[in-house]
């Protein structure tokens, strides 16, 4: 009876920070005593029939941001155009993103694996939004992409994408964060992120980049997407595609699968 109610604290307490409806869940709470009271005869159970375990959760919002599209190539005016990237920065609207050796694109990865990822997480309640709606579009820019996690008041925002590293025996997945902070949700909601999506990713067996960062974590300044963040936001690069290993694993369904689920499970360790 107990857990119940903390559920609800903990909640609460997120919804706070995340600017969802409160009220939500203390209304519905509130609404359910009284039938359970009226259908029962007047005893002393009433107090422990009020528990919220039925009690409706309100949505949290994961907005996934799939790196880069697949018309970015043939639309390089659109996509060098500068803009905003914070810290005072401009940097250009998009990039085409990398390729295994064999032609496999990024931007077809970080689709397909962003499309896993939020199947998994409806299937748990979370209302997903994605920066783009298929792999066939140009862009958005950076700054566009960080403007729909900021609009959503997601509690997170997840870029998913891979690297392109010609040292070939360079490999292993990394997760990036805005450093230094540059706003409230940049600082501990971000690097806490961080740290679930890299844990589960090493508990799904993935291992740690063995050229960027340290212990899977990157702190970084010039990421235009986690500066214009005002959500708690990271970039996970799931590997390096120019490596065979891990190549092999990006370019076939159960591999992307697998880091759907890592990525998945990082996620709502978060929102737990
Ligand atoms: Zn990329």
Known sequence: ?????LTVMVLLSLTGCGGAPAEVS?????????????????????TTTTTTTTKPRPKQVVVLDPGHNGANATHAAEINR????????????????????AG?????????VAVRVRDLLAAQGIQVIMTRQDDNGVGPCVDQRAAIGNQSGAAAVVSI???????????????????????EAQGEPSTRLAGTLRDAMVSAGFPTSTYVGSNGLSPRDDLGGLNLSERPAVLVECGNMRNATE????????????????????????LA
């Open 1 to 5: 009876m107990r857990r119940p109610l």
């Open 26 to 46: 203390t209304s519905s709470s509130a609404s359910t005593p009284p039938t359970t009271t009226s259908s029962s005869a007047p005893t002393t159970t009433t």
């Open 82 to 101: 500068q803009v905003p990237a914070g810290r005072g920065r401009m940097k250009p609207c998009n990039t085409t993103g990398t390729a295994t050796n």
């Open 104 to 112: 496999y694109p990024e931007h077809s990865f970080t689709w397909d």
């Open 161 to 183: 994408h891979a690297d392109g590293s010609t040292n070939t025996s360079a490999h292993g997945f990394h997760v990036a964060y805005s450093s230094p902070p540059l706003n």
């Open 247 to 270: 190549a092999a694993a990006f370019s076939g369904p159960t591999g992307r699968q697998s880091y759907a689920a890592a990525i998945a499970s990082g996620i709502l360790a978060y």
